[in-house]
């Protein structure tokens, strides 16, 4: 979904991520709100290879603690 993509001071609310993909990402500064990452039909979790999380914070979401410890 996103690949090597920089995002600084998005909001992300109540969104719902079906295994994809954040490789190689920076995320500066965003917010996730009730967010969920989810496997998708096939089982496919989502990952985060690569990608650097500085200063987001996330509240109420589901997965993300896996997501952040790739």
Do not use: P, Y
């Amino acid at each position: 979904m996103f690949n090597c993509a920089v995002l600084v001071s998005c909001t992300f609310e109540d969104c719902v991520f079906r295994g994809a993909t954040f490789a190689s990402c920076k995320f500066v500064d965003c917010t996730f709100a009730r967010c969920r990452f989810l496997a998708d039909n096939m089982g496919g979790t989502c990952t985060s290879s690569g990608t650097h999380w500085c200063g987001c914070t996330a509240t109420e979401c589901e997965g993300w603690e896996s997501l952040c410890n790739q």
